[in-house]
């Protein structure tokens, strides 16, 4: 993974250094509220409902074993003992007191870690696939060139103060496991007919209370111009994103409302006109980049069948936690922050810690967060995989459920977060009371569901195939629910199937679904591929079929 240079080291020494003063003149009143928070927002610090909330940046989601046991210590000793994964592959601590604040900023640096630009209205957290450098169907290692667009957006002097937030991911797979169809930027790795390294840029993608899909303005860019055409990108953002309502500020209103092309006309002139002095991103560069990224040293190995013989909750483990890796005898492994009865994302301090130990005796030191809140030790012979799973399973973090109904993504909600109109821990609890039996679960197969507490879609639900969004009704915790969406590569977003539920018939509600689907289904027919056949109609009828308490 990448690692700090000395000018690295000192800019974000220096950036500690910067907020730990303006803290401290907060504190005494030199700074009022109104001129600390775009100080605190470039320092990821948030004030949420109960406490501050700081979020702490895992570029495209790659941490060395030392790095995630400075986060457990972190969480030990300012926090609550435990910190929350999101969707972005950061890591959020929800308790830390404000004063604490410039301390943990500093123990980050001794790690290289920081939390610059997690919040505000600048270039957020760059992301990638986290199976990035060992996934079979990758085109190329989307990580260098994630590395090689963050250092061009940290501190940007022209975007520093965009008309809203902006995020980008790459992808370098069919499978876009990045979601990058709904970030304002998606780039996917292509190559030309001459195998030269390029990109396909989707623009205007989000969720939130305008949900949209990104479209696609350049079908092959070249590498070099990479940097000056996300320049001309954001420089037409810049000029023309709305700054008088917050709720049509970000890029996909406005490449709504000028039309696809026309956008990419505006790009296209603006690169054209600076393209002379914009940064080339040259070979060399990119050579340089990878050098942090190199494949680890694998041993020559053969795939072996380690499920044979072994207890069911293993075999199913197995089946379910790990994948295939492109190096034989090797697999990736999910961590699951999914136990039943767990808050999704959640991870104790003394979980974080033996992660990390696991890490460093099977996974060349290095851990991965991913998008579905959970994470991944990348490398992991399959030789190992038995006594692994033992020490998961100690920690409960071996919960045999990835890429099920009960692995699903949740934002903190009305128990954390000042946005929120509704919980969404405690409906997290109730779905997986409903679907805990897991030969049922297994049965069922891959069911995505994400859930929001509010609009802003933190949860990703508006492209689950089971989308719940917390809403309120005057002081009540109501809940909509959509079905249809979807963000691996048929990229497609939900629809609203009837009025909302009240909290305690939402999983019930959910159940009812889950039963047309097995009603409906052909043989091993998937939940989203029975829905796209039969249509919403027999699903929002058997929602609803017992249900009067819907308004």
């Known amino acids: 993974m990448y690692r700090y240079d000395e000018l690295d080291q000192a800019f974000v020494e220096e950036r500690v250094a910067e907020f730990r003063d303006q803290t401290r003149r907060h504190l005494a009143g030199e700074l009022s509220e109104d001129e600390f928070r775009p100080l605190r927002l470039h320092n990821g610090l948030y004030i949420q409902r109960h406490a501050p909330m700081l979020r702490i940046a895992i570029p495209y989601g790659l941490l060395r074993s030392a790095q995630l046991r400075k986060l ?14 999101t969707t972005r592959q950061n890591l959020q601590l929800n308790w830390p007191a404000l004063a604490d604040v410039p301390d943990i900023l500093a123990e980050l640096a001794t790690v290289q870690m920081h939390a610059i630009q997690t919040s505000g209205n600048c270039v957020r957290n760059v992301t990638a696939d986290h199976m990035a450098g060992i996934a079979r169907d990758e085109i190329d290692d989307p990580r260098p060139y994630c590395e090689i667009v963050r250092q061009w957006a940290t501190l940007h002097p022209e975007f520093t103060y965009l008309p809203r937030k902006f995020k980008i991911a790459i992808t370098g797979s069919a499978e876009d496991r990045a979601a990058s169809e709904v970030h304002d930027i998606g780039l996917r790795l292509e190559r030309d007919a001459h195998g030269a390294p390029g990109f396909a840029v989707l623009v205007g993608g989000g969720l939130g209370r305008a949900p949209a899909i990104g479209v696609p303005i350049r079908d092959f860019l070249p590498l070099g111009d990479l940097l000056g055409y996300l320049e001309a990108i954001l420089r037409v953002y810049n000029r023309h994103g709305r700054r008088d309502n917050i709720h049509k500020a970000r890029i996909k209103v406005l490449v709504k409302s000028l039309g696809a092309a026309a956008f990419r006309d505006e790009v296209e002139a603006e690169w054209q006109a600076c393209r002379a002095d914009a940064p080339v991103v040259t070979a060399a560069e990119v050579e340089r980049m990878r050098t942090f990224f190199r494949p680890p040293r694998y041993e020559a190995l053969a795939d072996r069948d380690v499920a044979r013989g072994r207890e069911p909750r293993f075999a199913a483990w197995f089946r ?63 030789d190992e995989l038995y006594a692994v799973w033992r020490e998961l399973e100690d920690q409960g973090l071996a919960m045999p459920n990835i890429g099920t109904l009960t692995d699903l993504i949740a934002c903190p909600g009305l128990d954390f977060c000042s946005l929120a109109n509704a919980g969404t821990l405690g409906v997290a609890h109730a779905i997986q009371r409903q679907f805990d039996a897991l ?110 308490q819907a308004a």
């Open 72 to 85: 457990a210590g972190l969480a030990r000793r300012y926090d609550r003992g435990y910190g929350h994964f």
């Open 320 to 382: 379910y936690n790990t994948r295939a890796h492109r190096v034989p005898g090797y697999r990736a492994v999910f961590v699951s922050l999914k136990a039943h009865g767990a808050n999704p994302g959640d991870a104790t301090a003394a979980q974080m810690e033996a992660v990390a130990d696991l890490a460093e005796r099977c996974s060349f030191g290095l851990v991965r967060t991913t998008h579905t809140q959970n994470l991944l030790l990348a490398d992991v012979r399959q």
């Open 439 to 548: 030969d049922y679960l297994y049965d069922l197969g891959n069911i995505e569901i994400k859930m929001s507490g509010c609009m802003n879609a933190c949860g990703h639900h508006h492209v689950g195939h089971i989308g719940i969004l917390g809403v309120d009704k005057h002081g009540e915790e109501w809940y909509q629910v959509s079905l249809g969406g979807s963000a691996n590569g048929f990229t497609a977003l939900g629809e609203v199937i009837g009025p909302s539920v009240p909290k305690h018939e939402v999983a019930p509600t959910i159940g009812r679904i889950v039963e047309v689907y097995r009603a409906l289904r052909t043989e091993d027919e998937p939940f989203i591929d029975t829905l796209r056949r039969v249509g919403l109609e027999p699903f929002r009828a058997g929602a609803y079929a017992l249900h009067p």
